[in-house]
């Protein structure tokens, strides 16, 4: 172990629970799996921790010989008497139910998307018909030589509206027929201590589904990686959010701008996040869009979760509603928009 104990090999602390040693440990894995480029050696020290440390009976043994050790270089603080600690194994938070109307984006997206319908297929030639008789009819009192240039700009514009209305159209049936109307690629993790990422995918359908445009994907990996390496990403037009499912205990969030966490206004070590890192690698793959991070966290155990409102940094964590106000505001900007070229390439990432 070169000196390293358990705890800080996988990088929680003592009191950690299940869920944040297990995520812990498949975050590092990633990292340091042989087939990812690691250490043999680093990962089998990495896998002897998780497997004693998941394991009741091994963990309180190795507990025991830390305070053993601990009693030997200095008084051990006692713990304070009805302190509660790790996460209840029998809880599971519920997803708050959001009153449209007091979401902003809600009704302002449809709008957005029924105006850009008229673009579609059925409506484009009437507005293409009246754009050119605007251009045509109210300058044919200005003389021979100003129709006839008003003429040629007019004929300009319509032909460009008409173009733009073809290569519209054209995308969205290869949108239809490459992807037959499918708007979630992907899976949440079926395991029982990844109930969070199943939350966030409800969250995701029940009201990000809203944006015409909006597609959603779970599980995705990093360019020329293997692993699940994000939770959750949704795209709509060139605007993508890459998302991790968090399951915390109780508390105040927050992340600094260099991705550091806080937990009641201490750095956190019972949980971590690869976002920072993840928006380097999108950013790379695909140039021109824009990309930002979010961290859903739910309470382990019943208490409430409060984050730091400032949600430009890295990673910031939100609660479930923060999420859809804030997120949904954003990929509302182009909320019927599909760019095929970026659904493309983020499907690819799927694993």
Do not use: C
Request: charged share 25%; no cysteine; aromatic share 8%.
């Amino acid at each position: 172990m070169r000196g390293e104990g358990y705890y800080d090999l996988l990088g929680v602390d003592r009191h950690a629970s299940m869920a944040e040693i297990k995520s812990a440990y498949r975050q590092k894995a990633r990292t340091v799996h042989p087939d990812a480029g690691g250490s043999p050696d680093d990962f089998q020290a990495l896998r002897q921790a998780y497997e004693v440390l998941v394991d009741p009976l091994q963990r309180a043994s190795y507990d025991r010989a830390l305070d053993r050790a601990a009693a030997t270089a200095g008084p051990v603080r006692a713990r304070r008497p009805g302190r509660r600690l790790g996460e209840d194994p029998s809880f599971t938070a519920e997803l708050p139910v959001l009153d449209p109307d007091a979401l902003e984006w809600w009704d302002a997206a449809r709008e957005k998307a029924r105006a850009g319908d008229r673009a579609a297929p059925g409506h484009a030639p009437a507005a293409l018909l009246l754009a050119w008789l605007l251009l045509v009819v109210l300058p044919i009192m200005a003389g021979a030589l100003a129709v006839a240039v008003w003429l040629v700009l007019a004929s300009a514009v319509a032909i460009w509206l008409v173009r733009q209305h073809l290569e519209m159209a054209r995308a969205e049936r290869a949108v239809d027929e490459e992807f037959a109307g499918e708007v979630v690629f992907g899976s949440p993790g079926s395991e029982p201590d990844q109930w969070g990422e199943r939350l966030t995918a409800e969250l995701l359908e029940r009201y990000l589904t809203r944006l015409p445009g909006a597609r959603i994907f779970h599980g995705l990996a990093w360019p020329g990686s293997v692993f699940a390496d994000i939770d959750h990403a949704v795209l709509a037009g060139r605007r993508l959010v890459l998302i991790e499912s968090k399951t915390w205990l109780p508390g105040h969030y927050a992340a600094d701008e260099y991705g550091e966490l806080w937990r009641d206004n201490r750095r956190f070590r019972g949980g971590a996040t690869q976002l920072p890192e993840a928006l380097d690698a999108f950013r790379a793959l695909l140039p021109g869009a824009e990309i930002r991070g979010a961290l859903i966290v739910y309470p382990s155990r019943t208490g409430a979760i409060t984050t730091d409102e400032d949600f430009d940094v890295p990673a910031p964590p939100m609660t479930p509603d923060q999420f859809v106000q804030v997120i949904g505001d954003w990929l509302a900007a182009e909320p019927a928009r599909v760019d095929l070229r970026l659904l493309r390439k983020v499907r690819d990432q799927v694993v």
